[in-house]
């Protein structure tokens, strides 16, 4: 088990078993080793599942037809599994993001849930929502309007907007992932083609900000709010990801580069909202997105759940010898006692990258030829396995990098993800570009890699 506090380990001793219930076991990378009773229940097979193992998960499988963590929960032989593995303690349970489905089944078998109430987050993830509590907020955001989608409005709105001298406009939808719900139009026939596709739906239309964007991962708590470095967000490679806007992994290194002016300014921002989650009543993990640009930062979204970078930071904060937000997170919902206990920022020279290779068809596909998950060297321009891993970290040799692949004869849907590389070190030469070591690699997975 990893060195942590004395009064922290004998807590969660006593605290009972913690469950991870996620149809992807990469989501719940971070603590094995470090909780005590710690069970991941997941729907997707990984072909590292015996490594995850070894170090301290309690891996198992439900139904493969399971598409989300609500629907788990409501199977007959995952609560058969959890009432077994409890041994008369109070099952913990912990989701990606919260639901209805999810408080449910915590509330019918007297399982304690360690998140958020789902309204508070479909109320602030929502994006339209957020851009209206910003504007009262008074905090920056790219000038935007809402409106309600329909067949006698759209030449009007099209007709509303100035896209002289090539300014370019953003219409995003309430809910989506990997930048499935955000679009980019530069001119009227553009945009009124996006409307009609979207004909009842309420949208933000805001004017497109020129710059880079960055996202942090934010731990409210009794302990004050904690934020942390900047996380350079890769986007714009249409090879790893269809929608323009949608991210591709990211970049830490690279993100030590935002400016002190702006990095203060999207802590400012922070701050006043997590301060306002909070009073409200929220706890733990969120995540906030920003664009930098020619006027300053703009606050795009919050994400108050947990977040797709937390698998890496927890990784990256225990290797520091930090309490990762994740435990953090956890803790607060167990009712841990933190007076007396020194919770300091985070550090804010993490060195890590991360390229997730999603599908880009408009139909799911099929892995028909993949790579075995694991540490590989590059050797005379082809990717060397040299040893089995489920993460990039801590024995990373110089030259080495890790990839996870999802198994042949898996299925990724349309944006989802079937591959990732890790390094140990920044990857952006600059905002549009990649290293040249790892432009090689990076080419040879893809090379690599076939779908079907």
């Not at 030590?256 to 301060?275: I, N, P, Q, T, Y």
Request: hydrophobic share 40%.
């Amino acid at each position: 088990m990893h060195m942590l506090d004395e009064r922290i380990r004998e807590f969660l001793e006593e605290a009972g078993p913690v469950f991870y219930v996620t149809p992807s076991a990469a989501r719940a990378v971070g603590l094995e080793g470090v909780l005590p009773d710690y069970h991941v229940i997941c729907s997707e097979r990984c072909a590292w599942g015996d490594l995850f193992r070894k170090a301290g998960a309690k891996l198992s499988y439900a139904g493969k037809d399971l598409k989300n963590s609500g629907k788990i929960l409501a199977d007959g032989g995952v609560v058969d599994y959890i009432r077994k593995n409890s041994e008369g303690k109070t099952a913990n349970i912990l989701t990606f993001k919260p639901s209805p489905m999810i408080e449910i089944a915590c509330r019918n078998n007297g399982w304690r849930y360690l998140g958020n109430d789902w309204r508070l987050n479909r109320e602030w993830e929502d994006k339209v929502k957020f851009a209206e509590i910003a504007s009262e907020m008074g905090l920056k955001n790219a000038h935007s309007r809402i409106a309600r989608i329909g067949d006698g409005n759209i030449e009007e709105l099209a007709g509303s907007l100035d896209f002289g001298g090539g300014k370019k406009h953003v219409v995003q939808f309430s809910h989506g992932y990997s930048g499935n719900s955000t679009f980019i139009a530069e001119d009227p026939e553009a945009f009124a083609s996006i409307l009609r596709k979207n004909a009842g739906r309420k949208a933000k239309i805001a004017d497109f900000v020129e710059g880079d964007a960055y996202t942090f991962d934010v731990c409210v708590g009794d302990f004050g709010i904690l934020i942390s470095q900047p996380i350079f967000q890769i986007t714009g490679f249409a090879e790893f990801n269809r929608n323009p806007l949608g991210t591709c992994g990211n970049d830490f290194t690279f993100g030590r580069k935002l400016g002190e002016a702006a990095g203060e300014e999207m802590r400012s921002g922070m701050s006043k909202v997590a301060g306002r989650l909070r009073s409200l009543g929220y706890r733990g993990i969120l995540g906030f997105d920003f664009v930098s640009g020619a006027d300053g930062a703009h606050i795009i979204e919050v994400n108050p759940r947990l977040v797709g970078s937390i698998p890496v930071l927890t990784k990256l904060q225990l290797s520091g010898g930090e309490v990762p937000f994740l435990l953090l997170h956890i803790l607060s919902f167990l009712g841990f006692d933190f007076t007396g206990m020194a919770v300091g920022q985070p550090r804010q020279d993490l060195d890590f990258s991360q390229l997730i290779m999603r599908n880009t068809a408009p139909e799911a596909r099929r892995v028909e030829k993949g790579m075995r998950s694991g540490v590989y060297r590059m050797e005379g321009g082809r990717a060397e396995f040299v040893r089995e891993a489920y993460f990039a970290l801590p024995d990373m040799r110089e030259g080495e990098f890790f990839l996870g692949c999802a198994a042949e004869g898996e299925t990724a849907d349309p944006d989802m993800q079937y591959a990732d590389i890790q390094v140990p070190y920044g990857i952006m030469e600059d905002r549009n570009g990649f290293g040249e070591d790892f432009s090689l690699i990076k080419d040879c997975i893809l090379r690599s890699i076939i779908l079907s």
